[in-house]
């Protein structure tokens, strides 16, 4: 069977006035119907921005596809033109966004903007569309649905507008729903509540999800599959329990002890990945991350790791992968110092 | 909202009166005096008391004001020293028909001719048709009225002949000060258009859109127009009153009567009442002109109309 999504070898990359900014670096990863994947990675790692590219919403200039493929059931959305995308942004593939407060247009009512959503994709008529709103405003548990249809974004909270923002998305019925770090701006206790409803609508609804975060505590709620990037590239890949329980790649696992518990003894002090996140324009030959690695070979700063198998359905990107196995705790304790010896 | 506009008239009143207030202490002030017109032919210390008596100079200050601020209610704004054959308030509005007509027309044209160029250069930003636009702004913006009135009157009047150099005849008499007027004021209307598109167009909201399957056009038409045309009306609407009142400039280059000279003349001929006439009307028509545009702010965008609502 093919599977949903197949990505393969994605280079995407921003000509700006400093440089090229090498945002994606040839990611490969397929998504079988129905599944969830999360992809974690900090900020500029390019996880949003290879999304974008799955529904042609990278801006060119100054963005530009260098390379890959994206097959939707088959079908490459890389190499579908400006009028081509009608049928597949918001109606296969839908995308929730990261900031809720300006991902809404301020001067439209919300009925109106998701109404839009359908009368576009699944030519309804402006009153069936209505119809279709409220339903989905009451899925996503929006009060007074009807009513609230004539409000502005400006009118409801920053966890209202993100299940705004989901109901335009699930309106359509799409098949894929990206989720852009739709949690980042919220409260806690929101974020728990907004992960909670899109579980149940992926179950409700059949969804394939794939959602990106940089909280791996999201993740583990929702996904069975992660994909850890790191500079563009996928750094490690597989089952979330595993990765979870033994991760393989220095990088996941500096990230994985960098997350602290809600209980924090206070004379412990909160670990972190020394160094800085690498510059995108004048990215290291080798593997991304070799500069702040505590495994660091000269390999790692000549060639680039490409991705082992190192379990079943679980890969990593690491030269050193074995060194690693051997001496797990390096890469919590020694990361920070070799990175702060490298900078003195 | 009628709440909201009384209570906007009243901050305006009491704008206007520290206006008056200032204006009046301000033009007092000011060495001289109407009396000192003809230096040549100086007028004697008993002419000159003569003249304060006669226009109640000579009173205090504060009773100056007074008498003056009790009159400016009712309307009366006196009659200029310079033409006492006429009031101030019928001056002004002798003159403000050929203001209104030069001034508004040139506003139009320069709105008409900068949006369009501001949407050309947003909708293929950064091409070289969007770099010479930019380049057209910056350099027309800063070609005074008066040299490009000069430029104007002379090839397309005197060497071609096809419009008259000056003068108040028809429309054709017109379309030469229109231009001079207008066009250095497209270059900032140009920018500024281009500027509020191109932040609506790469808003979160827009790229929301997009997702969603709209249709270029359509995103276009219902998202970034509508949010880049709140700030465009707040800068543009107040372009008129300001133009209308008119140039001295545009007056004096093309022979055109107006409300420009009389209002610089005022002031070097130390004409007080003409002043402050001349200023009270044109303070009453900015603020007016920015109510105007609030208001109409509140209709375009429902952010302002329901914080306004609930206050």
């Given at each position: 069977m093919t599977p949903l999504l197949d990505v393969q070898q994605v280079e995407v990359a921003f000509y700006t006035k400093d440089g090229v900014v090498r945002a994606v670096n040839g990611i490969s990863y397929t998504l079988e119907k129905g599944d969830t994947l999360g992809i974690v990675g900090e900020s500029g790692s390019g996880k949003s921005v290879s999304l974008l590219a799955m529904l042609g919403l990278i801006p060119t200039p100054p963005g530009k596809i260098m390379g890959g493929k994206i097959l939707y059931e088959g079908k490459d959305l890389l190499q579908l033109k400006r009028d081509q995308w009608s049928g597949i942004r918001g109606k296969q593939i839908a995308m929730i966004f990261q900031d809720p407060m300006t991902s809404l247009n301020p001067v439209m009512t919300i009925g109106n903007q998701i109404d839009e959503a359908t009368i576009v994709n699944l030519g309804l008529t402006s009153k069936q569309a209505r119809q279709r709103t409220v339903e989905v405003l009451t899925q996503v548990g929006i009060p007074r649905a009807a009513e609230r249809c004539?409000?502005?974004?400006?009118?409801?909270?920053g966890g209202m507008r993100q299940r705004v923002m989901i109901a335009m998305g699930i309106s359509c019925n799409p098949q894929l729903l990206i989720a852009d770090e739709p949690t980042t701006a919220l409260d806690v206790t929101i974020q728990a509540q907004i992960i909670e409803l899109v579980k149940r609508l992926q179950k409700q609804m059949g969804m394939t999800v794939i959602w990106v975060t940089h909280d791996l505590g999201v993740v583990a709620r929702l996904t069975k599959k992660i994909i850890v990037m790191y500079g563009g590239s996928i750094m490690e890949s597989g089952p979330i329990k595993p990765i979870y329980a033994r991760p393989k790649h220095p990088y996941t696992i500096g990230l994985l002890a960098s997350v602290p518990g809600a209980t924090i003894n206070r004379s412990d002090e909160l670990h972190y990945i020394g160094g800085n996140p690498p510059d995108m324009i004048r990215l290291p030959a080798g593997c991304a991350f070799a500069p702040r690695c505590a495994y660091q070979t000269e390999q790692c700063l000549r060639e680039k790791p490409g991705l082992i198998e190192v379990g079943k359905d679980h890969t990593a990107a690491c030269w050193n992968l074995k060194t690693v196995e051997q001496n797990p705790v390096l890469a919590k304790s020694e990361s920070r110092r070799a990175a702060g010896s490298q900078r003195g | 909202m009628i709440s909201y506009i009384i209570r906007r008239l009243l901050g305006i009143a009491v704008t206007i009166i520290f206006l008056s207030l200032g204006t009046f202490a301000l033009s007092r002030t000011v060495p001289g005096g109407p009396w000192m017109k003809n230096a040549e032919i100086p007028m004697s210390d008993k002419e000159v008391a003569a003249f304060k008596e006669k226009y109640g100079l000579d009173k205090p200050f504060f009773v100056q004001y007074g008498i003056w601020f009790w009159n400016a209610i009712r309307l009366d704004f006196g009659r200029p020293f310079t033409a006492p054959e006429l009031t101030v308030t019928q001056l002004i509005f002798k003159q403000l028909p050929y203001s209104i007509t030069i001034g508004g027309l040139a506003a139009c044209l320069a709105i008409f001719i900068g949006v369009i160029l501001g949407m050309i250069g947003a909708a293929r930003s950064n091409s070289t048709l969007d770099n010479v636009i930019v380049s057209y702004s910056v350099v027309v913006g800063t070609i005074p009225s008066f040299v490009l009135g000069f430029l104007l009157a002379y090839f397309?009047?005197?060497?071609?002949?096809?419009?008259?150099?000056?003068?108040?005849?028809?429309?054709r008499n017109w379309v030469l000060p229109v231009i001079a007027y207008g066009i250095p004021y497209t270059g900032g209307v140009a920018l500024w258009t281009r500027q509020c598109l191109l932040e609506a167009m790469t808003s979160d909201y827009v790229r929301t859109a997009y997702a969603k399957g709209v249709k270029e056009r359509m995103v276009m038409a219902k998202h970034v127009l509508r949010n880049a045309l709140i700030p465009m009306i707040t800068s543009f609407l107040p372009m008129f009153p300001g133009m209308m009142t008119g140039s001295i400039f545009i007056e004096r280059v093309f022979g055109l009567p107006g409300l420009g000279q009389y209002f610089v003349q005022s002031s070097s001929n130390r004409d007080y009442p003409l002043v402050l006439g001349i200023t009270m009307f044109w303070a009453i028509l900015i603020a007016l002109t920015y109510l105007l545009t609030d208001i109409l702010y509140g209709v375009i965008d429902p952010r302002v109309r329901l914080t306004e609502k609930r206050s």
């Open positions: 004539n409000d502005f974004p400006h009118q409801f909270s | 397309l009047a005197a060497k071609l002949h096809w419009l008259p150099a000056g003068g108040w005849g028809g429309p």
